[in-house]
């Protein structure tokens, strides 16, 4: 006796697409949660080729905390960039809905306060141009 369960929908109506140029992934193309993300990817890729960035991971994990120390969850973020004079950054891509919510904002805050040295920058859809 087994279950059926339903095919889960895409969150928010994304759907993951194999749209970047294989950048980021040892020259294979990777698969990305929205077309626009991926062409960031392409970009990041030809900032590393310029030499205006050392090197980028994408789908990286922190781990956040309270202030009281206790784990409180984890935040993915796009992009984990480490710039040409060695300090690193990530990026987060948002499109003009997803960086008003109120679970991203939070998110952002907690990400802030655990890793102050890190700069956190969220990219718009208009900010992508190759």
């Known amino acids: 006796m087994g279950y059926n369960f339903p095919v889960k929908k895409a969150r928010y109506g994304a759907h993951r697409r194999?749209?970047?140029?294989?950048?980021?992934?040892a020259g294979k193309p990777r698969w990305h949660d929205s077309i626009e993300e991926a062409k960031y990817c392409d970009k990041l890729a030809l900032l590393l080729k310029a030499g205006e960035i050392r090197s980028y991971k994408p789908q990286v994990v922190y781990h956040l905390q309270d202030r009281q120390g206790k784990p409180c969850g984890y935040m993915r973020?796009?992009?984990?960039?480490?710039?040409?004079?060695?300090?690193?950054?990530?990026?987060?891509?948002?499109?003009?809905?997803?960086?008003?919510?109120?679970?991203?904002r939070t998110k952002k805050a907690l990400f802030s306060f655990c890793y102050p040295k890190i700069e956190h920058i969220t990219v718009q859809k208009n900010q992508i141009i190759l």
């Open 77 to 104: 973020v796009d992009f984990e960039v480490v710039r040409a004079d060695g300090r690193t950054c990530i990026h987060e891509y948002k499109g003009k809905l997803f960086g008003t919510l109120m679970e991203y």
């Open 18 to 25: 194999q749209t970047c140029r294989g950048g980021c992934s």
